[in-house]
């Protein structure tokens, strides 16, 4: 059976940039935590999100600065519970 997102409740999403950016940033993108990734080609934007129209506001707000968006991942928000018979 698939599995039904529900996008209309909170979760937690990594947007990847090409940009670096420093946790100074960290202000501006309020409740988002911002990280290097590994190998240093860019910054991680992780933070909870409570609807589409916030993430659509947080894209609104990376295009505005300029920056470059690579990706954009919504994470589990809870552990999936396992199908009936399994």
Known sequence: MDKQIDFYTPAIYR???KENLGSNWN????GFEVTQEVNS??????GMVTDQAALHG???KVRNLGLTLVSIQRMETKPEKPEKGE
């Open 15 to 17: 947007i990847q940039l």
């Open 27 to 30: 202000e501006w993108f309020s």
């Open 41 to 46: 080609s860019g910054s991680l934007l992780t």
């Open 58 to 60: 947080l894209i609104r």
